[in-house]
């Protein structure tokens, strides 16, 4: 069988480069860095992942002997500047920093490049560049701004400062289908019917004869899940249990419940537990966090959910006679997430951006336990999705939206004190930039998760205000001017443009909020509202993900809530772009969301989300 080998460096993409590899049907594997090339042997090809760090300062131990196994090597972002200062070139900081996609020039002549146009877009997320080529080296690829492309003369080494695997590279598919299939000549003989045989296998050595306890919130991948145990063990083995944490979207508890019961299995049980999840805690660092309904922080509040979800389980089983220490737990969990949370079994080296409830501390405890069944962990949300319809699911569920597990909590922004002293010296600068580019702009207080260059941040939303030199209809241009100001300005990680509500000129004030029922019940009415909307006008067909949040953000005399509309547009869930105002999201639909909005009493500004995924996740928390 083909193989190659992925030398992961702590890139949140290295399992999108994972996906790229198996869904042209070669085999991947996924190992560290510091791997000894004695042990990779037998494999077709070798990519070096991106990363986190810098290679001039925290240093990862590699074998550079992996060069002289002469199997075809491609070093991506830091894996490029790792190839590039191994073999003496030189690597550091650039003034401008690039986040975002990009037009590079190729060399059509490179094989990595063979039949596409010497211009293309790419995404790009670093803040290093090779400054002077090593010996041997020639460039076949420039971004304005660096070295984009490089490789050896005499030998298959290629480096990549671009993510070829991810979606806002227009063409990176057709990049890995050259390194693929002309640059290591592998055979496709991996396929998706081969991964589905080796879960069931998987599931039924892990289990043996013991139950296994699944948790299902309706969405495909649980289902998936809930299927494949159905196949691999008998009905008696397997328990379907579906919790309502409070924070689900209006009617989203009897829809499961319902989707659900017409699959036909039996042993499905639902448990209301919204009331104990507000007042849950937790230790965590020598410390109390919580209660929920006091968290401010994002990171604490999925953490929470993440853990007090463990606890409705454990008391759930007490009643059925079982110990959660002793009972099989399954969940629908995605490769992603486990990338997403910096779970130490995927990467050694990988940033924590954002804490998934089904991977909080209890769960990786239990996996270590060898409790935890995921028949996903290995597969991206389109294969997922690929697996359902190939399971006979319902397209109802094969294509259901994505929902987080902790759900509107994550939705509701709150504060839990006021701006840091260093905000309003920030916000003078932050407008002075925005005007030397010729835009009207505005630094908010509030902050949100990002992913930059590989590692999680938490930095400032901006607002940016449409006028005559920049319509709200030159969707093009808008993206460009907020990606100028993420580029450029290092305490921001997204930008977002005013639709509705206010003018740069009118002071915007923040204000302390707390997660309680009366801000969870605002939250999913305009959830509600804004899908049903985005529904009706078609937009749910040609969005991947649809949300809302509330921002703590008016320029009202009284506090009230703004509201961040997010539609997102992604294959992968680990990068994407926002959906074009106009072509997907017609103007009526904005115009009748912001006339909503407008009349709401407890509503100010309706602003809407113009960043890509990096340098803003998809998420705002």
Excluded at 197 to 214: D, F, N, S, T
Aim: charged share 25%; glycine share 8%; proline share 7%.
């Amino acid at each position: 069988m083909s193989r190659i080998v992925i030398l992961e460096c702590g890139a949140q993409y290295t399992k999108v480069i994972d996906r790229r590899v198996r869904e042209r049907e070669v085999r991947s594997d996924v190992l560290r860095l510091d791997t000894p090339a004695a042990a990779i042997g037998g494999c077709d090809g070798i990519i070096i992942s991106g990363g986190p760090h810098s290679v001039y300062e925290a240093k990862i131990p590699f074998d550079p002997g992996i060069f002289a196994l002469g199997v075809p090597v491609l070093g991506i972002c830091y894996g490029m500047q790792l190839i590039c200062q191994h073999f003496g070139g030189e690597v550091a900081p650039i003034p401008s920093q690039e986040y975002g996609e990009t037009w590079v020039e190729v060399d059509t002549g490179s094989e990595l490049f063979y039949g596409l146009e010497p211009r293309q877009i790419v995404l790009m997320s670093h803040g290093d560049s090779v400054l002077r080529l090593p010996p041997g080296f020639d460039v076949i690829a420039r971004s304005p701004a660096c070295v984009a492309g490089i490789k050896h003369r005499d030998l298959p080494i290629y480096g990549l400062q671009f993510h070829p695997e991810v979606d806002l590279t227009i063409n990176g598919g057709r990049m890995f289908d050259n390194f693929l299939f002309r640059v290591c000549r592998c055979p496709r003989d991996f396929t998706l019917e081969s991964r589905l045989e080796e879960a069931v296998r998987r599931v039924r050595e892990q289990v043996g004869g013991r139950k296994v306890l699944i948790l299902v919130s309706g969405g495909v991948d649980s289902c998936v899940s809930y299927v494949i145990l159905n196949r691999a063990l008998r009905p008696d083995q397997v328990i379907a249990l579906h919790i309502d944490n409070g924070f689900m979207r209006k009617g989203e508890s009897a829809e499961v419940m319902e989707s659900l019961t017409r699959l036909g299995f039996g042993n499905l049980e639902f448990i209301d537990a919204g009331a104990g999840f507000m007042k849950a805690t937790m230790e965590w660092d020598g410390k109390t966090i919580g209660p929920l309904e006091q968290a401010s922080d994002p990171e604490h509040k999925r953490m929470l959910i993440g853990c007090h979800f463990l606890e409705v389980v454990r008391e759930f089983l007490a009643r059925r006679r079982l110990d959660l220490d002793e009972t099989f737990l399954a969940q629908g969990t995605l490769r992603p997430d486990l990338i997403e949370s910096g779970n130490p079994e995927v990467s050694g080296f990988a940033s924590r951006i954002k804490t998934h409830h089904n991977d909080v501390d209890i769960i990786r405890e239990q996996r270590r336990k060898n409790l935890i069944v995921e028949t996903n962990r290995d597969l991206h949300k389109d294969e997922v999705r690929r697996l359902a319809r190939e399971l006979g699911l319902p397209e109802a569920i094969a294509s259901r939206q994505p929902f987080p597990g902790p759900g509107l909590a994550i939705r509701v922004l709150n504060r839990g004190a006021p701006p840091p002293p260093t905000y309003p010296s920030l916000a003078r600068e932050f407008r002075r930039a925005a005007q030397e580019q010729g835009l009207d702009a505005v630094l908010t207080p509030v902050e949100t998760v990002g992913v930059q260059g590989d590692s999680r941040t938490y930095r400032h939303l901006a607002l940016l205000y449409p006028g005559p030199s920049l319509p709200l209809q030159d969707w093009d241009g808008v993206r460009a001017a907020a990606k100028r100001l993420v580029d450029g300005v290092p305490y921001l990680n997204r930008v977002a443009v005013v639709l509705s509500g206010h003018r740069s000129s009118q002071e915007l004030r923040t204000f302390c909020s707390r997660l309680d029922r009366d801000s969870v019940e605002l939250c999913r009415e305009v959830d509600d509202f804004v899908v049903s909307a985005c529904t009706r006008h078609g937009v749910a067909r040609a969005a991947s993900q649809i949300l809302a949040v509330l921002v703590p953000l008016h320029a009202a005399p009284e506090p009230r809530f703004s509201v961040g509309l997010r539609v997102f547009m992604t294959n992968d869930y680990m990068t994407g772009y926002p959906a074009p105002l106009g072509p997907v999201i017609p103007w009526e639909c904005v115009d009748e969301i912001a006339e909503w909005v407008r009349r709401h009493p407890r509503l100010d500004l309706l602003v809407y989300d113009a960043t890509s995924k990096p340098p803003a996740t998809t998420e705002w928390q």
